[in-house]
């Protein structure tokens, strides 16, 4: 069979709209499912994807390379080559200490899960909203 | 389990169908074709000796961001980091870990135990590693705590938690741990104001290299290395802070519940 | 074709095909392991986007810490997800 079309664009559509998808899967698994821990499971997913996205913003089209300089004693030619081929570190920088602040939040959701299985005896939502008190 | 299976390949099915669709029209127009401005000035200036008021001195582009360019953001983060893991202590408050189960504390067998015995050290010589050359490789302050963190939960599985008691490891250590990290953090984003005070010269929060009205900058090269100022400082405090936050969240996390439950009983009663 | 499309192509419609699985399934322990293995996915996608920095911290993280956290909590209180 003839693909008439742009293969590589076809791939990143491909990869686009899969993030797309988990993203609305996610915000699903959020809204819909009653458990709290399923919720929590919904939740980092939904994180990890908007990070990818954040960093999906950054970069570039191959050849590329990552934002590290291959030499401690770089000429200015290198600087230029360096600069014309290396991806957006800015949106890597923020999305790091989003990745590992979001982990201790989420450990901070966990530890109040548990206060509240420890309260209501159940992680069902629907089960928590009828018991009074 | 056959329905599940059914939905997901459909799904996948319909999406490159529809990729392919929307690659048959135009597209989405033509993807990642370069990048912002500010992106240049960064990948221009992260190590850039001839324009030495600009430069952050260190190859590693997202270190350099992370910790010189934009280093209060990631104070501020830090902070976040500290006040999550103080509000999941403070649900736990009251709650002493050092109350022992009767028969509880076996861990899993022979095998598994010896395994995890020859899998820590190389695991602690990695983390340092990325700690200690984040400014030259990718990796830092974050990564390594995040890869040292795995150490006091694999020790918990393998050996029960009791282990890291009788290794003297208990909240109030590891606290103090975190805390002299974050102390790090405190005392290298003012070193540049105290020596600017003492010596006269004008000097800013957080410096690292030198700037067009202030002429302080902290050493780049140590001897022959590039440990590109305040860069590693930042980057050993991070791990340190790091790998105690989460450990402390640990050795909470693993208490058994039938203590836990004791203990916030007594503490109903008495007040 | 470029490599990296192809692999980033494979590796995001195995993590969306995980992340279905996840949120669908009931066993709550099941539903971790596929979320692990959706982050595993994310992390080889991260490394075809030139973002070593952020795998290095992304693997310990979503694969180690945060199914450990899970599973203790699992431990603790419920199993399975009821309908």
Request: net charge neutral; proline share 5%.
């Amino acid at each position: 069979m003839e693909l008439n079309i742009d293969l590589n664009a076809f791939l990143a559509n491909i990869s686009l709209l899969s993030l797309i998808a988990i993203i609305g899967i996610s915000l699903y698994g959020i809204l819909a499912r009653p458990n709290i821990i399923k919720k929590i499971i919904a939740l980092t997913i939904f994180t990890d994807a908007a990070n990818l996205l954040a960093i999906l913003v950054g970069f570039r089209a191959p050849p590329s390379q990552p934002p590290v300089l291959l030499t401690i004693k770089p000429s200015p030619e290198e600087l230029q080559s360096f600069s014309q081929v290396a991806v957006d570190p800015l949106p890597q920088a923020l999305v790091l200490t989003a990745v590992v602040i979001g982990m201790a939040v989420n450990l901070l959701i966990i530890f109040i899960a548990l206060q509240v299985y420890r309260l209501y005896g159940t992680l069902d939502v629907r089960r928590i909203r009828r018991l009074k008190g | 389990m056959r329905k599940e299976l059914i939905v997901a390949t459909s799904l996948t099915v319909t999406i490159i169908v529809l990729a392919y669709v929307i690659t048959l029209g135009s597209g989405l127009g033509p993807l990642f074709n370069g990048i912002r401005p500010l992106a240049e000035v960064y990948l221009r200036t992260t190590l850039n000796p001839s324009q030495p008021s600009f430069t952050a001195m260190s190859p590693e582009g997202v270190t350099a961001i992370v910790w010189d360019y934009r280093g209060l953001d990631t104070l501020f983060e830090t902070a976040v980091f500290y006040l999550a893991i103080i509000g999941a202590i403070a649900i736990y408050r009251g709650v002493s870990e050092k109350v022992r189960l009767n028969g509880a504390g076996v861990g899993l067998s022979m095998i598994v135990k010896v395994v995890t015995k020859v899998l820590i050290p190389i695991n602690i010589a990695i983390a340092t590693s990325i700690a200690l050359h984040g400014h030259l490789t990718p990796g830092g302050g974050f990564q390594a705590g995040a890869a040292m963190a795995v150490i006091p939960m694999i020790l918990i599985i393998a050996f029960s938690r009791y282990l890291l008691l009788d290794l003297k490891i208990s909240k109030e250590v590891a606290l103090a741990f975190r805390s002299i990290g974050l102390a790090g953090i405190a005392l290298t984003a003012f070193v540049p104001i105290l020596i600017g005070l003492l010596s006269g010269v004008n000097a800013y929060i957080m410096q690292n290299q030198l700037k067009a009205d202030a002429s302080f900058s902290l050493p780049a090269y140590l001897g022959d290395a590039l440990v590109s100022g305040s860069l590693i400082l930042y980057n050993i405090s991070e791990y340190l802070a790091v790998t105690f936050g989460f450990s402390m969240i640990f050795l909470l996390l693993s208490i058994e519940e039938d203590i836990v439950k004791e203990q916030m009983r007594g503490d109903g009663v008495e007040h | 074709m470029d490599l990296t499309y192809l692999l980033l192509a494979v590796v995001m419609v195995f993590a969306l095909i995980a992340t279905y699985l996840a949120i669908v399934e009931r066993n709550l322990v099941r539903a971790v392991v596929y979320s692990a293995v959706q982050s595993i996915a994310f992390t080889l996608a991260l490394y075809l986007f030139r973002a070593p920095d952020i795998a290095l911290v992304y693997l310990p993280i979503t694969v180690g810490i945060y199914p450990a956290a899970i599973l203790f909590l699992i431990k603790k209180t419920e199993e399975v997800e009821q309908p």
